[in-house]
Nanobody, 122 residues
């Protein structure tokens, strides 16, 4: 079993920044990819970013150039630095563990955090 606990959400103004963190515990393997998804009200959950055990990262087109994902394998923590925030970034952000990344798709892993709310005001 893997437990994921997110933190760092909150309220920001458009153009501002927030940093999310997700601490993983339990049966963790640093070789597994970790990432972030988000779900806005009335919408499906969507992929935001992922990072492999090394430094390979993937981003949704909507956040490229604004968000940066990183991880600390010693602390079993993944971060999401969100800059130049827009109102459309408002959502509950979920940490995910064990993503499967192929040449054609990214599939979410089996483990999810409880989510942290990010609200961006215009």
């Amino acid at each position: 079993q893997v437990q994921l606990v997110e933190s760092g959400g909150g309220l920001a103004e458009a153009g501002g920044s927030l940093r999310l963190a997700c601490v993983a515990s339990g049966s963790i393997l640093s070789i597994n990819a970790m990432g972030w998804y988000r779900q806005a009200p009335g919408k499906q959950r969507e992929f935001v970013a992922t990072i492999t055990s090394g430094t390979t990262t993937h981003y949704a087109e909507s956040v490229k150039g604004r968000f940066a994902i990183s991880r600390d394998n010693v602390k079993n923590t993944v971060y999401l630095q969100m800059n130049s925030l827009k109102p459309e970034d408002t959502a509950v952000y979920y940490c995910n563990y064990g993503l499967v990344i192929t040449e054609t798709r990214i599939r979410s892993g089996a483990y999810w955090g409880q989510g942290t709310q990010v609200t961006v005001s215009s």
